[in-house]
């Protein structure tokens, strides 16, 4: 399942959330969006667990939690609409 994670801190790295994440099953890959320009964070990722239970979990677990200074929000990531 992606997952969708929002307002993250612009000083939180991949492995911040990856550890975060990992408390509540295995991750299979973390992207935190950057500009293409000035290479900084946008202030959003996404996040890849295989097991859906888990994905639930963290979900529900961290969406609303603080991270950095920052309430996070966490949902589960939807397909990109076409243009």
């Known amino acids: 399942m992606t997952i969708y994670v929002g307002n993250i801190s612009f000083k939180l790295r991949e492995n911040d959330l990856k550890d975060a994440f ?3 099953g295995v991750v299979s890959s973390v992207k935190i969006i950057k500009d ?3 290479k900084k964070s946008k202030g ?3 996040i890849e ?3 859906e239970a888990e994905a639930e979990n963290a979900i529900n677990s961290l969406n609303g939690k603080e991270m ?3 309430v996070l929000k966490v949902h589960k990531a939807h397909p990109r609409k076409e243009e």
């Open 22 to 24: 990992a408390e509540f």
């Open 36 to 38: 293409k320009v000035s």
């Open 49 to 51: 667990m295989d097991n």
């Open 44 to 46: 959003y990722g996404f």
């Open 68 to 70: 950095d200074g920052r």
